[in-house]
């Protein structure tokens, strides 16, 4: 995406005016104007299983939202961009991700601080679903839902990937903020809407594993990324080889054999180039970064970042 201007969301909220009510409580709708900004409308919709909403944007520059959410451990998001591009970054993964037209995906990052980027002109859906009542929704039988509901419980980030969004799709979304319904019928028609939508993004992901056949390479692909994303994380040679089907022998040989290196090198690597940044770009402390890469003992992280930067942590400023 081209250079954006930078706001926090607290900035957003104090540029915009709440122009409906509807006698609704559950329902509001905000409208940005600002004359070096341009204008940003949002519809939402408060739920007791979560929040919906929509949001059109028209604006000079493109936006980069910077959001600090201590619920986001609470929520899994879905996403469906229906005009424009939309980009996800959460710093502490290192991670990020992008939606364009017609694109949906959805991600559970159990962290408050991400960055939102939004582009000129960009039409889309946003739900924040309870974690916990769409955990209960999934089965444990099927191994694409079942490993998906473990993560969740354990609180692992996890991301769908990029699909398409489909004519039921829309059609569900367009329903939402069109039933004439109110009070308990409304609350009824949307909770089924909802699911509808899950129902069906969850089907769309799991066809879509279930009729490829991938080659080993494809795989070992996969757990590179999967590797990219929990690097953080207590990984084990028996989990990794669990989460893919696989035997820890041909885990091994085959990620070796693939990209050169071993998969605890690669896991090592991706830790020190993360101490890096938080060290040089968030200022953090010694001892809190060791402790974010997997270092219970601060010494000997800083043996180990000596050994891979040719410099001390503490010499860091």
């Known amino acids: 995406?081209?250079?954006?201007?930078?706001?926090?969301?607290?900035?957003?909220?104090?540029?915009?005016?709440?122009?409906?009510?509807?006698?609704?409580?559950?329902?509001?709708?905000?409208?940005?104007?600002?004359?070096?900004?341009?204008?940003?409308?949002?519809?939402?919709?408060?739920?007791?299983?979560?929040?919906?909403?929509?949001?059109?944007?028209?604006?000079?520059?493109?936006?980069?939202?910077?959001?600090?959410?201590?619920?986001?451990?609470?929520?899994?998001?879905?996403?469906?961009?229906?005009?424009?591009?939309?980009?996800?970054?959460?710093?502490?993964?290192?991670?990020?991700?992008?939606?364009?037209?017609?694109?949906?995906?959805?991600?559970?990052?159990?962290?408050?601080?991400?960055?939102?980027?939004?582009?000129?002109?960009?039409?889309?859906?946003?739900?924040t679903i309870k974690r916990d009542y769409y955990a209960e929704l999934l089965c444990d039988l099927d191994r694409t839902t079942g490993k998906l509901k473990e993560s969740l419980y354990r609180q692992q980030m996890t991301w769908s990937g990029s699909h398409s969004v489909n004519a039921s799709m829309r059609q569900s979304l367009d329903d939402i903020f069109s039933t004439p319904l109110q009070g308990k019928l409304k609350s009824m028609f949307i909770e089924g809407k909802v699911l509808e939508l899950i129902a069906l993004q969850l089907g769309q992901s799991t066809a879509i594993v279930k009729s490829t056949k991938r080659s080993d390479a494809d795989v070992f692909h996969d757990i590179k990324k999967y590797l990219d994303i929990h690097f953080t994380d207590d990984l084990s040679l028996r989990g990794i080889a669990r989460t893919f089907g696989l035997n820890e022998f041909k885990l091994k040989k085959g990620f070796k054999m693939q990209f050169e290196t071993t998969i605890f090198d690669y896991i090592h690597d991706l830790r020190m180039i993360h101490a890096n940044h938080l060290l040089r770009d968030n200022k953090m402390f010694v001892n809190e970064v060791s402790s974010i890469v997997g270092y219970k003992n601060p010494n000997h992280f800083s043996t180990a970042f000596k050994r891979r930067f040719g410099i001390s942590p503490s010499s860091i400023k």
């Open 1 to 127: 995406m081209p250079p954006y201007k930078t706001l926090s969301m607290d900035n957003l909220m104090e540029l915009s005016t709440v122009i409906k009510h509807n006698d609704d409580p559950d329902y509001n709708e905000y409208r940005m104007v600002k004359k070096e900004l341009g204008a940003l409308e949002t519809r939402e919709l408060k739920h007791e299983i979560g929040t919906i909403l929509q949001y059109k944007s028209v604006v000079d520059d493109n936006l980069r939202i910077e959001y600090n959410e201590e619920q986001m451990v609470e929520n899994i998001n879905i996403c469906f961009t229906m005009q424009g591009q939309v980009a996800l970054h959460f710093p502490k993964y290192n991670f990020q991700t992008a939606l364009a037209d017609f694109q949906h995906h959805h991600i559970y990052a159990p962290e408050p601080r991400y960055d939102l980027l939004v582009n000129r002109n960009v039409h889309g859906f946003h739900f």
